[in-house]
């Protein structure tokens, strides 16, 4: 299977990616922990993307659409992958949508998290304590979320429009979204 997961920060993204990676024995490629290792890494790639990341932009579309494109053509991802963090803009809905076409290998499904903005907030605030992301003040969690509103969110009306969208209820523990979208994963696969 082909998947994105796609919601606004610490709508758990990440974190449910991992479970759903698990049980269909795919891939989850996080962009967002790719940028993380290269800036960890001190490559060019993770030179440019710090200063963007640091202040809650967005890295370049050509610098991000490069890294993603090389990922999806190793061997692993030939049967199947999640992406989580990526697509985010327009632009790099219609590279996926390049990149994916030679192989007749178009997308099953997008999930897409929902949570009320309260929890979003309180969510990343946690995590800013106990994990210090550089990302995670409260500053740059607002601008986050303003690029969310304004880049990211129209793209689940593209993936509406395909009849690909599945929108699930990422509030409440970690496990209970988990059990939710189990159940989209249990409808998709049957
Ligand atoms: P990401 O790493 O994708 O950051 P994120 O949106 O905060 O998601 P993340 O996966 O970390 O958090 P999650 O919601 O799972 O991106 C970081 C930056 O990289 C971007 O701002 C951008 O600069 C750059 N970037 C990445 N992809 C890009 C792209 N395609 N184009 C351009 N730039 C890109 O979880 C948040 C927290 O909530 C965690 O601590 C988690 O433990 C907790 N949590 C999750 N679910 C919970 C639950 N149910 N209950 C309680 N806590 C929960």
Same mark, same amino acid.
């Given at each position: ?36 290792? %290269? ?11 710090? !200063? ?12 991000? %659409? ?7 053509? !190793? ?20 590279? +996926? ?24 907030? !309180? ?15 409260? !500053? ?30 990422? %509030? ?12 989209? +994963? ?5």
């Amino acid at each position: 299977m082909r998947l994105l997961i796609i919601g606004p920060p610490g709508s758990g993204k990440g974190t449910q990616a991992l479970h759903i990676a698990r049980r269909l024995a795919v891939p989850a490629i996080s962009t967002g922990d790719i940028f993380r290792a %290269n800036v960890a890494a001190e490559t060019p790639m993770g030179r440019i993307a710090r !200063e963007y990341m640091e202040a809650g932009e967005y890295v370049p579309d050509q610098v991000t %659409n490069t890294m993603v494109r090389d990922r999806l053509s !190793e061997s692993d991802c030939a049967s199947g992958f999640l992406l989580d963090g990526y697509p985010r803009t327009l632009q790099q809905v219609a590279e +996926l949508e390049t990149v994916l076409a030679p192989s007749d290998s178009a997308l099953d499904a997008v999930i897409e998290l929902a949570v009320d903005q309260d929890v979003l907030i !309180e969510r990343l605030l946690l995590r800013a304590r106990s994990q210090g992301r550089a990302d995670d003040t409260a !500053e740059v969690i607002s601008r986050r979320q303003e690029l969310y509103t304004a880049q990211t969110a129209p793209l689940t009306r593209h993936y509406a429009d395909l009849g690909l969208l599945h929108l699930v209820d990422g %509030n409440g523990s970690v496990e209970d979204v988990a059990a939710r979208i189990a159940l989209t +994963l249990d409808q998709l696969l049957a």
